[in-house]
């Protein structure tokens, strides 16, 4: 059974940091594509970032690239989010999503993935 918790948010102040930890059990941990998504009050879920199953390739949405890093710790079968330069408008709840994918494609849509978390709320306040 795939499960999927993620933990690490939080209230800070806009140009702090967290990092979001997502524990997956999706034996073998190795064979599924990971992503971090959001959603804020009113607005569609999109994505944030996601990495392929080996870790290799990662896709960042624009509006973070620079400033958010997507990893995965094989040993701990657990995928990371370093959120850095925290803003505003990065409030909203962050879910991780898993789907089996041992390709080098990295699965970016909120429909390609049939696992989610349950979510964690990151607020950033001015």
């Known amino acids: 059974q795939v499960q999927l918790v993620e933990s690490g948010g939080g209230l800070v102040q806009a140009g702090g940091s967290l990092r979001l930890s997502c524990a997956a059990s999706?034996?073998?941990?190795?064979?599924?594509?990971m992503g971090w998504f959001r959603q804020a009050p009113g607005k569609e879920r999109d994505v944030v970032a996601a990495?392929?199953?080996?870790?290799?390739?990662?896709y960042y949405a624009d509006s973070v690239k620079g400033r958010f890093t997507i990893s995965r710790d094989f040993g701990a079968t657990t995928i990371h989010l370093q959120m850095n330069t925290l803003k505003p408008e990065d409030t909203a709840v962050y879910y991780c999503?898993?789907?089996?994918?041992?390709?080098?494609?990295?699965?970016?849509?909120?429909?390609?993935?049939?696992?989610w978390g349950q979510g964690t709320q990151v607020t950033i306040s001015s």
């Open positions: 990495i392929d199953w080996s870790g290799r390739n990662t």
């Open positions: 999503a898993a789907r089996y994918g041992a390709g080098t494609y990295v699965f970016k849509k909120t429909d390609e993935y049939p696992y």
């Open positions: 999706v034996p073998p941990f190795n064979s599924y594509g």
